[in-house]
């Protein structure tokens, strides 16, 4: 159950959906439940979506909402109820409750940094208890869980359930390209969260850096509320030849845009795991990153990428690597030739894993069946 989901375009909507294939081709019966509108049936998946009002960002509100779920997931008697949610995910919290009270065996994952949110969960908690369920309280990455420990206190586990990446569709075979110019890419939503205007203050001083002794290119990829901000950036400060805002992209799209680049760049400091960025990893691509982020769990600095401390240090990082043609053919050759920890096959069997402990903690018997 997750409060967005495809056709939505975003990581937890497709991470949940990816998960929901992966889950099915294993054998598994799978249903997501979600208020987000779209067809019934999504790449096999079956889909219950939910007709209620929302707010803006798709987020639901009303009583009916909570209702709703808990009604089909007594319809459809799951044998487990696992609950994707984010800051903003009301839904998906409040009809996980709405299982406990069912006694429906739980699992809850958070796939968001809950950081400046972290004293409103806290309450919840003294009011809710929820930290007390007999449940799986997971997170997408130890950066993730970290705030949920403190909340939960020592002695309540909470674990790892990390994204997920099919290693040998993300492997890509690089074009020729120009070896005097640098392309550097990025892949976000282009919101406030994820840093896009300061990724073009970065690249500015990363060209003043440079000063014509190696060319740059930067492409970015994906749409948001802050594009209009960003093109007036770039007109203003003369980076228009250099930057490229290309819009939203197919998967098949960004691949072949990884194929004609040679660093992968994430500037947000509120990145509870780092899909795109991974995804950029399996490609071959150095990754530069925030050294707090979720990033740095599959991203070690030297070896898969550069992490900084702060957007200071990211431009020392970034002018490094763009400069550095030997560091980039050392860190690319790992990447392409060392798969990544998190394909689907492994999650796969960490999520079941993670369902047979949901029943056990339920009803004080072994597990489902292999």
Not at 239 to 263: H, K, M, P, Y
Not at 347 to 356: I, S
């Amino acid at each position: 159950m997750s409060d967005c989901y495809v056709p939505r375009l975003g990581g937890i909507e497709m991470q949940v959906h990816d998960l929901a294939r992966h889950l099915q081709g294993a054998g598994h019966e799978v249903v997501v439940i979600t208020p987000t509108p779209g067809p019934a049936v999504m790449d096999g998946v079956r889909v219950r979506r939910i007709d209620v009002p929302l707010l803006p960002f798709d987020i639901p509100f009303t009583p009916k909402a909570f209702r709703l779920v808990a009604e089909i997931i007594r319809e459809e008697g799951v044998d487990v109820a696992h609950f994707h949610g984010g800051i903003a995910s009301p839904l998906a919290y409040g009809a996980a409750r709405a299982a406990q009270a069912a006694g429906v065996p739980t699992v809850v994952t958070v796939h968001c940094m809950w950081s400046y949110a972290t004293p409103v969960f806290a309450a919840l908690d003294r009011v809710g208890r929820w930290t007390e369920w007999p449940a799986v309280l997971s997170a997408v990455s130890d950066v993730a869980a970290q705030p949920l420990r403190r909340i939960a206190g020592p002695d309540r586990d909470v674990i790892v359930l990390p994204n997920g990446i099919d290693n040998d569709q993300w492997a890509v075979e690089p074009v020729e390209r120009d070896p005097s110019v640098v392309t550097v890419v990025s892949v976000m939503r282009l919101a406030p969260r994820k840093r896009p205007l300061q990724l073009l203050k970065m690249v500015r001083k990363v060209v003043s850096r440079l000063d014509g002794e190696v060319g740059l290119r930067v492409v970015v990829i994906g749409e948001g509320p802050e594009r209009p901000q960003l093109e007036k950036y770039l007109r203003t400060n003369g980076l228009t030849e250099v930057v490229e805002l290309v819009g939203r992209r197919s998967r098949d799209e960004i691949r072949a845009v990884f194929a004609r680049s040679d660093v992968f760049v994430a500037p947000a400091n509120l990145e509870s795991f780092g899909i795109a960025a991974l995804e950029a990893r399996c490609a071959g691509l150095p990754v530069v990153a925030k050294a707090r982020t979720g990033i740095r769990e599959f991203v070690e600095h030297g070896r898969e990428g550069l992490l900084a401390s702060n957007d200071a240090d990211m431009v020392d990082q970034l002018t490094r690597i763009v400069r550095d043609r030997e560091l980039r053919r050392v860190i690319t050759k790992n990447n392409r030739e060392t798969p990544s920890p998190v394909d689907w096959s492994e999650v796969v069997l960490r999520n079941v894993a993670a369902y047979r402990r949901a029943v056990e903690m339920r009803v004080g018997t072994p597990g489902l069946p292999a």
